[in-house]
């Protein structure tokens, strides 16, 4: 398709089990941001990537919070040891170009994670 | 640092009722201001941007203007539909090598027929 496409879609999880979240960008689009989104809450950004390149990862909320994009597409985000709290949508946004705020950032539909 | 205050919601309208969604900035430069739109079961989308001061950033009858000096990005449409009920996000981006997204809390729009 031509849109940021995550999955799985739903997940959910018992306590302390590890997940892993894909998202596959628009092709071609050089950057990638993963985004938390809380119920109720607005997206909070977790980490930001051009091509292979983790340039920013201040926003993941513990050391059990680990993201990749090994070839410069696609990106997994791992939670490892799920805690309830980590209940959450985990969104996937892709742009052309990093660097430029006039670039539109396309969101995938998101990945809905409950910790059970 | 950089951050989004917006409306509480939920807020509820009848068809046709004028809209305005308050939403104001702080931010360290100059930032680009958004309005994302997320209707029911979809992913956020690009409503309408602005990017520099006095700008007015439009789509699907909805405006809003950019206004430096009171820090302020409202969201306005003169006639609403039953179709615009979503939550709608203003936010923000400072340029920089990550450019990253900064969002408010979401607005909830519920609209009556």
């Known amino acids: 398709g031509a849109g940021v496409s995550q999955s799985p879609r739903y997940k959910v999880a018992k306590r302390g089990q590890d997940v892993a979240l894909r998202c596959d960008p628009i092709?071609?689009?050089?950057?990638l941001f993963w985004y938390q989104q809380a119920l109720g809450q607005g997206p909070e950004f977790l980490t930001y990537?051009?091509?292979?390149?983790?340039?920013?990862k201040s926003g993941l909320p513990s050391d059990r919070f680990f993201a990749e994009r090994p070839e410069g597409s696609v990106s997994t985000l791992k939670i490892q040891r799920t805690q309830q709290e980590d209940s959450a949508v985990y969104l996937c946004?892709?742009?052309?170009?990093?660097?430029?705020?006039?670039?539109?950032?396309?969101f995938g539909e998101g990945s809905w994670l409950t910790v059970v | 640092g950089n951050s989004v205050t917006q409306m509480e919601g939920p807020v509820t309208l009848s068809e046709e009722a004028f809209l305005t969604i308050n939403c104001t900035y702080t931010?360290?430069?100059?930032?680009?201001l958004f309005w994302y739109v997320q209707y029911p079961g979809e992913g956020l989308q690009l409503l309408l941007k602005a990017t520099k001061a006095d700008d007015k950033g439009s789509n699907k009858g909805f405006e809003a203007t950019y206004r430096k000096e009171t820090t302020s990005f409202h969201l306005e449409k003169g006639s609403v539909q039953v179709s615009d009920s979503a939550v709608y996000f203003c936010?923000?981006?400072?340029?920089?090598?990550?450019?990253?997204?900064?969002f408010g809390s979401g607005t909830r729009l519920s609209i009556r027929p």
């Open positions: 936010a923000l981006s400072v340029f920089s090598s990550a450019s990253k997204i900064i």
């Open positions: 990537f051009q091509n292979e390149a983790q340039l920013d």
């Open positions: 092709s071609g689009h050089v950057s």
């Open positions: 931010a360290t430069g100059y930032p680009s």
């Open positions: 946004a892709s742009q052309l170009v990093g660097g430029s705020t006039g670039n539109t950032i396309y």
